[in-house]
């Protein structure tokens, strides 16, 4: 028995096998089985978990280098991962030495490290608000240009920016570890799947239902999921025509917004999802996509301008992004609240327990756990970071950052870095939330909405431009960095993989980044000056310019909302918090009939046929799961995970051809029998 600092008991004997582990054994049959037969850990049960030192290795921060130079391989680093450690320690022993075992903790390494880069690469605002920030996209702006509204990229200030900014948020939620992934369960669909694949490629070859047939049934899919991904681009026609599918509705907008787009990463993700998830992006969808943006499109010209500026929060746009985001918050903070109150009752009844939410020992209570959870659980909790770490480490970032970002940003106070720093726990934790749930960020959104708030908040003020874009980068980097981090963690809990070892991998991967990114965003706009940033370019970069004419649009303050936009986002804020209390005070059974807010909201920043997608996937495995049970759910998330992969795949290729110029050679869509009918006469009519 072993007692955190914060006061946990922890059993640490691995011996100490759950109930019904002398009942697992290998498969005999064709017949039905129970699910504990289909238990992933029990096929590493004989191998030895080794500590964290030896996780991160050497030579797996080496292979994180060489994959995070290269895009198409950074995806998919676990993977390559495997591919390239199996074949060294293979060469090792074949030359006579004894090389380290690769084990699937050192492949989650690679993977967690190299994904840290991405998302810098990516996420880091190189195309957005850092670009928006330059005299490139100033000079794009009608009006004149304030020389406190610039601020050109260069390698020091935006390697400094990001360092501080994504270090930060990776502290963030690390306190809610064991509430987000023990406690909570949370899905991350596109974690999960990538540790589906780590698990089947390490898995033992013996056994009937062993990693061999996992591995087999992973690349069927896979490959499956990759041709149809090519042959969808084939017929695709280019952006101006798709490969949909528009159900006959008798509502004109759910002919426009409600299509399945036979997309198979939606519906691999819709057969690891539950039904309450699935159910509540559905209903979003159509009170969203339905009803309330086609109503709110008939009050133009009164509620908000027939014509405004592209991308600015003055018409339609805004009741989007700020009903949406007032959803999510509202359920955050209903949940932030409840963990706070439960945490305190629980430290008051028991010195012993932990502040949250969770059990000393979630495992052991009436209602019995798998083997594979009651192992997971149990090795998450071993390598703990004490709180004291995270908090320390997140103050004084932020105490760093409120004295350092005022001087790289003249225009910005050190009270607008301080109140970000004071909000971004809350955001993160809602945004990470919803990529829980959904595996979809919204975390653009809230960018725009930091960009309109500072920018009115710092009104017509020499540089508020500026003040609004340097939030919206700085709220940005903190809340994908958190997230990034808790998809990170539940990587590891399904490998057995270190907490400790995950977080300075992430650590490692995420200064990479903000050391490599700049450094390649720099060549590319000094080797292409006259293409880089302006709208006919190789490099048109249009977010950024939309981002800045947000921001000027901006100071002008809240006056600059549609009507009635801010008492529709009260009321949804409300509305948010008492579906909350409702599904909490609901029976279980009653209880997934409660749409859940969170992923009730993510529809009304995405469009409609995404949930479309969700549930095929999901139908799909309600289907499978009425006739056989146990072999549905227990193959239902490698399925899913090999849908979601497949089709990921063809992101390289398919970049490579748009850069190219290379346009589908066919089009082809399924149409509705009127639909069909208007494209015809249209048709006939241009004859």
Request: with cysteine.
């Amino acid at each position: 028995m072993k007692v955190t600092a914060d006061g946990e008991k922890i059993d640490l004997n691995r011996d100490n096998r759950p109930l019904n582990y002398n009942k697992l054994k290998e498969e005999t049959g064709n017949e039905e089985k129970p699910p504990e037969l289909h238990s992933v850990e029990f096929l590493f049960k004989d191998k030895e978990i080794p500590p964290w030192q030896s996780q991160l290795t050497l030579r797996a921060l080496v292979m994180d280098l060489m994959f995070g130079m290269i895009p198409p391989v950074n995806l998919y680093a676990g993977f390559f991962g495997f591919l390239f450690m199996t074949a060294w320690t293979k060469l090792l022993s074949a030359a006579g030495l004894m090389g380290k075992p690769f084990t699937r903790q050192e492949n989650v390494v690679i993977q967690v490290c190299v994904n840290a880069i991405l998302t810098i690469s990516f996420r880091g605002g190189f195309a957005g608000h850092l670009l928006a920030m330059s005299d490139i996209v100033a000079k794009q702006m009608p009006g004149p240009v304030d020389p406190n509204d610039i601020k050109n990229p260069s390698f020091g200030w935006m390697t400094l920016f990001l360092s501080l900014s994504s270090s930060a948020g990776l502290f963030t939620l690390l306190p809610l570890r064991k509430l987000m992934i023990i406690d909570k369960k949370s899905t991350f669909p596109t974690g999960s799947a990538s540790a589906n694949f780590i698990n089947s490629f390490h898995a033992p070859r013996h056994g009937k239902w062993n990693g061999r047939t996992q591995i087999r049934k992973l690349r069927s899919f896979f490959t499956i999921s990759f041709l149809w991904s090519i042959f969808q681009w084939l017929y695709s026609g280019g952006e101006s025509c798709g490969f949909h599918y528009f159900p006959t509705f008798g509502l004109r907008a759910f002919q426009k917004s409600f299509f399945f787009d036979f997309s198979l990463a939606y519906i691999g993700t819709g057969m690891m999802c539950p039904f309450a998830i699935i159910y509540s992006q559905l209903l979003g969808a159509l009170l969203s996509s339905g009803i309330l943006w086609p109503y709110i499109q008939t009050k133009s010209g009164d509620w908000y301008p027939t014509k405004i500026a592209p991308r600015t929060l003055a018409g339609l746009a805004a009741y989007k992004v700020f009903i949406g985001l007032s959803i999510i918050i509202g359920d955050g903070v209903y949940n932030l609240i409840k963990i706070i109150v439960i945490g305190l009752f629980k430290h008051k009844s028991s010195d012993n327990l932990s502040a949250l939410p969770v059990a000393a020992n979630p495992f052991h209570g009436k209602t019995p756990v798998s083997y594979d959870e009651e192992v997971r659980n149990k090795t998450f909790l071993e390598d703990q970071i004490p709180k004291r770490v995270a908090m320390g480490g997140y103050v004084t970032i932020a105490i760093i950052s409120v004295a350092v970002f005022p001087l790289i940003f003249p225009s910005l106070k050190w009270y607008h870095v301080l109140t970000l720093y004071l909000i971004s726990p809350l955001l993160g934790f809602c945004i990470t939330y919803v990529v829980a749930l959904t595996d979809m960020s919204v975390s653009s959104v809230l960018g725009r909405t930091a960009i309109f708030f500072f920018s009115s908040w710092a009104g017509k003020s020499s540089g508020s431009i500026l003040v609004g874009l340097t939030a919206c980068g700085l709220l940005m980097h903190i809340v994908d960095a958190a997230c990034s981090m808790m998809e990170s963690f539940k990587v590891g809990y399904m490998t057995l993989c270190s907490p400790k070892s995950l977080f300075l991998s992430q650590l490692i991967g995420t200064l990479v980044g903000c050391f490599v990114s700049p450094c390649v965003f720099l060549y590319f706009k000094n080797h292409y000056p006259d293409g880089f940033g302006t709208p006919d370019s190789m490099f048109p970069a249009a977010w950024a310019s939309g981002q800045r004419a947000a921001a000027m649009h901006a100071t002008n303050g809240l006056s600059t909302l549609p009507k009635h936009c801010l008492s529709l986002s009260l009321a949804f804020f409300l509305a948010a918090i008492l579906v909350s209390l409702l599904r909490d005070s609901m029976p279980k059974k009653w209880k997934s009939l409660i749409p859940m807010p969170m992923v009730f909201a993510v529809s009304f920043n995405l469009k409609a046929y995404l949930s479309i997608g969700l549930c095929v996937g999901y139908l799909n495995f309600y289907i499978w799961r009425r006739k056989t049970k146990a072999r549905a759910e227990a193959l239902a998330p490698f399925l899913g995970s090999a849908l979601m992969f497949g089709e990921g795949l063809w992101w390289f290729p398919s970049t490579i051809l748009k850069m190219r110029n290379v346009i589908a050679p066919m089009c082809m869509m399924f149409l509705s029998k009127d639909m069909s009918a208007q494209v015809q006469n249209c048709l006939n009519s241009d004859s």
